[in-house]
């Protein structure tokens, strides 16, 4: 497939290379017909370019639809950077990076997401101004996966509403996958409400911390490998790690009621949320549930406010007991309910102007 026909529902691609630092990242910036790109950074070891192009392009995209659904006024974009987290990083690789964005001239605000943190993007900050999520003494609103955590709590609570009528979170057993930013926090929440948990990571040391954590807390914990987390007898499945593990293989082993995670792209394809609900799995939509990050970097964009985000971060409980409510009605997969209404919000905003105009976000006039 030529590069342009891979590309052709993105705006704008980006192939960053400095062969001094070893960076090779790729930007790809989807829409902006909501205003300037805003996604996160990744790092990983990516087995080949092809496969960082799909990810970067499959990221952004979802990230158009997380904005639409989250209400902001940014459109979809997101970086990767190929390389491994644990060997590649370095302050200089991650300056080179920001002078990539900086060249973008307010295009594309970026920040953190699997295999980077707020600490590298320090770095990247003395290059440009459109970095996001860094800590408070370098003026960012902080580490974003707390609020993105949050929201997968209010996506949980929200699910235990839709299937069993109440929102308490403990006396019920999760699997999570990857206990990373995001994973560690939902599960020490869970472990504190008094839920069972079966997890897994392919990195032991976060296995060793969650374990230290549940001793302190006298909780149960039961570790599973990388295979054996879809087998779980739990009742949610909570994945925070890579996207796509909803699939023909691992749909025919889940034995859970539902799956709400903050994994981006859990679904591997469209049609394995129609397979979820077949088999009477509720699915939350994870641009719905993981929104809380894109929620606090939107809102440090217009002077960081940290009410006003955890506001706007409980609005996730909401929004999810409506799509699965509008899904239900008209006999369509949550997946489907959740897109449809992001595309019509879109549609009915870019009706106005088709183009951002200003490169810094107006002050916030209304609190909500
Ligand atoms: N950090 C944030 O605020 C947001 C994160 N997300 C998404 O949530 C997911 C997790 O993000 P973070 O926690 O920030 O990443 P992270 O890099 O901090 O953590 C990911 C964890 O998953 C583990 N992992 C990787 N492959 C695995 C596998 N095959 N099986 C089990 N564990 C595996 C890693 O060892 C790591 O501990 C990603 O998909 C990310 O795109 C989405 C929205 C915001
Ligand atoms: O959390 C962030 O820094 C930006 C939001 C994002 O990239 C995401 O929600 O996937």
Redesign the pocket.
């Given at each position: 497939m030529s590069v342009f026909s891979k590309i052709r529902e993105h705006e704008q691609v980006v192939f960053c290379n400095d062969e001094s630092t070893g960076l090779k990242a790729i930007i790809a910036i989807h829409s902006t017909r909501l205003g300037p790109a805003l996604g996160?950074c990744r790092m990983l070891p990516y087995a080949s370019e092809e496969e960082a192009l799909e990810d970067v392009l499959r990221l952004s995209k979802g990230m158009t639809y997380k904005c639409a659904a989250a209400d902001v006024d940014f459109g979809g974009g997101k970086a990767v950077i190929i390389g491994d987290p644990a060997r590649d990083k370095t302050p200089e690789l991650f300056r080179a990076f920001g002078q990539f964005v900086e060249s973008l001239n307010g295009r594309f605000y970026t920040g953190?997401?699997?295999?980077t943190t707020p600490e590298d993007f320090v770095h990247g900050l003395r290059e440009t101004n459109c970095i996001v999520g860094v800590d408070e003494v370098y003026g960012g609103s902080g580490d974003?996966?707390v609020p993105?955590a949050q929201g997968v709590i209010y996506g949980l609570q929200a699910t235990n509403q839709a299937l069993i009528g109440s929102d308490e979170l403990g006396s019920k057993c999760y699997s999570i996958?990857?206990?990373?930013?995001?994973?560690f926090k939902v599960a020490e929440r869970l472990l504190e409400e008094g839920a069972d948990l079966y997890v897994?990571?392919?990195?032991q040391q976060?296995i060793e911390r969650l374990l230290s954590k549940a001793k302190i807390l006298g909780a149960g914990v039961k570790v599973l490998s990388?295979e054996e987390i879809y087998q779980a007898n739990a009742d949610v499945f909570i994945p925070?790690?890579?996207?796509g593990i909803i699939n023909d293989q691992t749909i025919e082993q889940l034995k859970v009621k539902a799956v709400v995670g903050?994994?981006?792209n859990q679904l591997l394809e469209l049609r394995h949320g129609q397979l979820l609900k077949e088999k009477g799995i509720l699915f939350a939509p994870d641009y719905i549930v993981?929104s809380g990050?894109l929620i606090q970097v939107a809102d440090e964009l217009y002077t960081p406010n940290k009410e006003r985000v955890l506001q706007k971060t409980k609005a996730i409980y909401n929004s999810l007991l409506h799509i699965y409510e509008y899904a239900n009605t008209l006999g369509i997969t949550t997946i489907e309910a959740a897109n449809e209404f992001c595309e019509k919000r879109i549609e009915a905003r870019s009706r106005r102007n088709s183009f951002f105009s200003h490169m810094k976000r107006p002050k916030w006039a209304v609190r909500t």
């Open positions: 996160g953190t997401d699997m295999g974003s996966s993105t996958q990857g206990l990373g930013k995001v994973g897994t990571d392919i990195n976060a990388s925070c790690a890579m996207g903050s994994a981006n993981n990050g």
